[in-house]
């Protein structure tokens, strides 16, 4: 088997459904690395088609997010090059299968996969109708175009008065106190 750390780490990440959040993209539900241990096991579970995994995962989430295509089908060459699976064409579309290292793989992993569908579970839970009011919505929009606005230019003065402004917001908003 070919070292899975060497390659290219096509990244993880995760798009909300159209229309429900400016820009269609949530926030990070897996941290980096997940889905190569997640796709792996959904795969042993049942050999299937790139789209196949797409539509279990949303599963998973009860719809409320679903993987983005240019995250799942990076993720899984990437698993192929490693030898984890193998992609057979059928009818013009790839059917995964795991392979014995990737069994392998898994049972070596079998800690870090339970930890994954646990943070699953939560992510899950706190997603269950806990949309942001439009006016949290609104807000987080001026500060990301506030944000964009510097184009890269920041003197290390502004780095510390900015990073200041948010890590005292961010703090004041988890104490539920304000600013």
Request: neutral net charge.
């Amino acid at each position: 088997m070919r070292d899975h750390h060497s390659h290219r780490d096509p990244g993880d990440g995760f798009e909300k459904r159209p229309g429900r959040e400016r820009g269609g993209r949530g926030p990070r539900v897996f941290a980096p690395g997940d889905l190569k241990l997640l796709l792996p096991a959904l795969i042993a579970e049942q050999a299937c088609h790139g789209y196949d995994l797409i539509r279990k995962i949303e599963a998973l989430f009860d719809g409320a997010y679903s993987p983005s295509p240019g995250v799942i089908y990076p993720t899984l060459t990437f698993l192929e090059e490693s030898e984890l699976i193998t992609g057979d064409a059928e009818g013009g579309k790839k059917r995964y299968t795991i392979t014995d290292a990737g069994r392998l793989f898994l049972s070596e992993q079998a800690v870090a996969l339970e930890g994954i569908r646990m943070r699953m579970d939560v992510s899950k839970r706190s997603l269950r109708g806990h949309d942001r009011p439009p006016e949290i919505h609104e807000a987080v929009h001026n500060l990301r175009h506030a944000l964009h606005s510097h184009h890269g230019r920041w003197s290390p003065e502004e780095i510390t008065r900015v990073a200041a402004l948010l890590n005292g917001t961010a703090q004041a908003i988890a104490d539920g106190k304000a600013q």
